[in-house]
Nanobody, 125 residues
Framework: QVLPVESGGGLVQAGASLRLTCVASGRIFSSYVMGWFRQAPGKEREFVAAITWSGDSTYYAGSVKGRFTISRDNASKNTVFLQMNSLKPEDTAIYYC?????????????????WGQGTQVTVSS
């Protein structure tokens, strides 16, 4: 089974930036909405951002709007980026990318499948 592969996480100080990359090879990803979710220790997985297959529409959680930007490789549509600026300690989590089902909510993890293994982001104060 082909799954997305996330990279780009790391340990940074508050206020810094990171760029996460999700490579999702194959036609099963290029025509679908892709999303980023995150899960902090002891907390449920939460929505971060999503982007349509064309890249024309994007969706963000209120907690990251204005700081994070989701984008998609225009050529292949198989690489999705999450640019994270002005990072805060509360952004510390494992970040996952996943493919959304054709129907359902952009914001609910239950409406996504094909999850990657995640990349750790740690923001120190």
């Amino acid at each position: 089974q082909v799954l997305p592969v996330e990279s780009g996480g790391g340990l940074v100080q508050a206020g810094a930036s990171l760029r996460l990359t999700c490579v999702a090879s194959g036609r099963i990803f290029s025509s679908y909405v892709m999303g980023w979710f995150r899960q902090a220790p002891g907390k449920e997985r939460e929505f971060v951002a999503a982007i349509t297959w064309s890249g024309d529409s994007t969706y963000y959680a209120g907690s990251v709007k204005g700081r994070f930007t989701i984008s998609r490789d225009n050529a292949s549509k198989n690489t999705v980026f999450l640019q994270m600026n002005s990072l805060k300690p509360e952004d510390t989590a494992i970040y996952y990318c996943a493919r959304k089902f054709p129907s359902g909510s952009y914001y609910d993890s239950k409406d996504y499948n094909y999850w990657g293994q995640g990349t750790q982001v740690t923001v120190s104060s």
